[in-house]
């Protein structure tokens, strides 16, 4: 089955401490992109990739790391974590950029106290 | 900057009424337009794109969204809709580039609630 996943999909976590959200597909994409979304501001790209070892940053990249060794595997990394990154993470990928459809994952949802 | 607005924030319908879930977008250059759909505790799921071409596009679910550049909009309309309808929807805007400048990023709007009551 074709998908995008995402884990873990549920983390509680206290500030400062670094972790990691990963992304995979299984259809060969060349772009990936994470976005964030917070209740009444929609979705936000944080980062994004138009292929392996190419990353670029979005919208609202502070305090977010990103990787792109391998095409599958997009991981979002939180060095040191703040409250106000709490939110609901999700990867996204498609064939390669606009106007190529997205498909996204379930979901990860962040909270940092 | 590009921006979206989606004008309600919560369109509670009832059953087999028709319903319409209002999007506008502020940009003057050619854009694609989105609308994808988020059932609950889900990913986002394409609902229809408009690219080119017919100002009209369809789902296969039965909704319908027009794009009117003159008025900035692509509302979302339903003539009859159902309980499995119930979800948030979001509309989505990128602009129209090229090679290096297409970054395949997407500009969301807020999310507009859609509850269908029995």
């Known amino acids: 089955e074709a998908q995008v996943t995402q884990n873990p999909r549920y983390l509680i976590t206290v500030t400062g401490k670094k972790l990691t959200v990963t992304c995979s597909q299984n259809m060969n994409h060349e772009y990936m992109s994470w976005y964030r979304q917070d209740p009444g501001l929609g979705l936000r790209q944080i980062y994004y990739s138009m292929n392996v070892e190419v990353t670029d940053k979005g919208d609202v990249p502070e305090g977010y790391k990103v990787s792109r060794k391998e095409k599958r595997n997009f991981p979002l990394i939180l060095e040191s974590p703040s409250p106000n990154q709490t939110s609901l993470y999700f990867c996204?990928?498609?064939?390669?950029?606009?106007?190529?459809?997205?498909?996204f994952g379930p979901g990860t949802r962040l909270t940092v106290t | 900057a590009q921006s979206v607005t989606q004008l309600d924030s919560q369109v509670p319908v009832f059953e087999e009424a028709p319903v319409e879930l209002r999007c506008n977008y502020s940009s003057s250059v050619s854009v694609y337009l989105f609308w994808y759909v988020q059932y609950p505790n889900q990913g986002l799921q394409l609902l229809l794109k408009y690219l080119s071409g017919s100002t009209l596009v369809e789902s296969i679910n039965g909704f319908e969204a027009e794009f009117n550049k003159s008025q900035t909009s692509f509302h979302l309309r339903k003539p009859s809709v159902h309980i499995s309808d119930t979800a948030e929807y979001f509309c989505?805007?990128?602009?129209?580039?090229?090679?290096?400048?297409?970054?395949?990023?997407?500009?969301f709007g807020q999310g507009t609630t859609l509850q269908v009551k029995p």
């Open positions: 989505a805007v990128s602009v129209k580039v090229e090679g290096s400048s297409n970054t395949g990023k997407l500009i």
């Open positions: 996204a990928s498609s064939f390669r950029a606009l106007p190529y459809e997205q498909y």
